[in-house]
């Protein structure tokens, strides 16, 4: 039996015959309510907003940040690291300026100072081995072919290393002055270390790495008499980009300048105390 | 920079929506893109049709609006509208400019059905 109509006999649809269980079912939509029949207003649905041509359901209002998953994850990362009072510095720069020779001197002068020290890489464990040889605690991530740290990564770190509470905790970066500045980790600053061999452009060519950073520090200045580099060009430049920043020069290596950095994280440790 | 994992993040927003919202596929999705967002526009339109392979949003045409850079002046201590990060400030041409504005990528809405 045709379930349009109920007749018996065979429907025919441009020209073919329609068998009964073959005639598409036809409803209806929901009648309007009283009020709606009298008041069509549209730009209240669903997606709040009316397009012509388009139904309301058809177009969703959706204002969502593409980042916005790593940044809850972030806010995680950060109720936990707050919580537990520990002080989280998330240091980024390219390759090879130096970061983990100043978190090992770092390390060796903080003496027995409690802290864990999270270091990403695309491949090898070999900065968390550095770590670890001055006895402090380290966890490897290695990103594979990823360019950045994201709050995933840090929370699952996090969950393994179990930081003590009021200490610090150091994130090291994938070495990369430009997709790390958008993923926020949940940490309280982050610190900018630029070697002065990189050239004192490198705040122009990069500036949301600059404008992100709270601290620059201008490492290996022991070798700025052999690069002819302008440690005031740099400085300068590093103000252009972000006004606010706070700098401190430094050799890692040797050990200078090395007090004004300690203190700067001391005191701010204190200041990240409930 | 990492427009890939930009692009997987738009994926999974489709997905939520999807599954919210109860529809089947994506015809068109518009982002807006801050002018300091670093977003790479060509990169991120390669991205997508790979990325989106599978989802509801496969085959779905990506539109990319622009918002302005903003940034407040240390000179003058106005914001104003910038369109480089290098940008001086076009009222006093001071050259110390901190951004306020114009990092945004966020998914504004999408066509569905």
Redesign the interface.
Known sequence: MCTVCGCATKAKLDGRVMRAETVPDFTFPPVSTKAQQDHHHYGLGAAGVSVPGLSQQRLIQVETSILSKNDALAAGNRRLLGALGVLALNLVSSPGSGKTTLLCKTIEMLGSAPLAVIEGDQQTSADADRIRATGARALQINTGKGCHLDAQMVGRALADLRPQPGSLLFIENVGNLVCPAGFDLGEDAKVAVLSVTAGEEKPLKYPDMFTAARLAILNKVDLAPYCGVDLAAYEANLRRINPAIEIIRLSARTGDGMEPWLAWLRHALQEKQP | ??EL??AE??R??VED?ART?G?SRVTRLR?EIGR???VEKPALAFAWDVVMKGSPAEGAELEMCDLPGLALC?GCMKTVEIDS??SPCPLCGG??L??QGGD??????????
């Open positions: 920079m990492h994992s930009l993040g738009i999974s927003i929506q919202h529809f982002l300091f967002a670093g240390y990060r290098l050259g110390k901190i951004p945004e990528m966020r998914v504004k809405d999408m066509e569905v059905v």
